[in-house]
């Protein structure tokens, strides 16, 4: 019997305390959380002046940091700083210095997931270029029919 209570009472509390979680949550809304609003401009320009690379990190000089072995694919950061300087970030890892001691590292890293709207804006930016392109061979095409006519 005493478990009984307990294990009720045990659950009342959590369900209370979940309760009050959801009643004290905040919504904030987009157009007051993003301020400044722009949309990119020269997407294209932007990512045909960067250089994509394959690389791999130093795991051996830096296995403190555990940095993942293997190819990877990306950025040389100073590339990518001259032409969307918000997307370099500095990272900081902490590791092991000894005993009771920890040192941070710091560098530089580009931050992928930043570079999606750019590639959607780059992809808009050229299928609008197609678009043109398209009415024009259409436009073309027309008038060379009307001259062989």
Excluded: H
């Excluded at 949550?25 to 960067?50: F, G, H, M």
């Excluded at 930043?114 to 398209?134: G, R, S």
Aim: net charge positive; no cysteine.
């Amino acid at each position: 019997m005493k478990t009984s209570f307990i294990l009720k009472t045990a659950m009342i509390g959590f369900f209370a305390t979940v309760l009050t979680l959801n009643v004290q949550a905040q919504k904030i809304e987009e157009s007051d959380l993003k301020v400044d609003i722009s949309k990119i401009t020269n997407p294209t320009e932007k990512l045909n002046a960067l250089e994509p690379i394959t690389f791999k990190y130093d795991v051996d000089k830096y296995k403190y940091l555990r940095l993942p072995s293997g190819n990877q694919y990306g950025f040389k950061t100073n590339g990518v700083n001259t032409q969307l300087p918000g997307i370099v970030t500095e990272t900081s890892k902490m590791y092991p210095a000894g005993k009771n001691q920890s040192k941070v590292a710091k560098y530089e890293e580009v931050q992928m997931n930043n570079l999606i709207p750019v590639l959607v804006a780059a992809v808009k930016e050229q299928q609008t270029e197609i678009e043109l392109l398209k009415r024009e061979i259409e436009r073309l095409k027309v008038k060379s029919a009307q001259l062989i006519d």
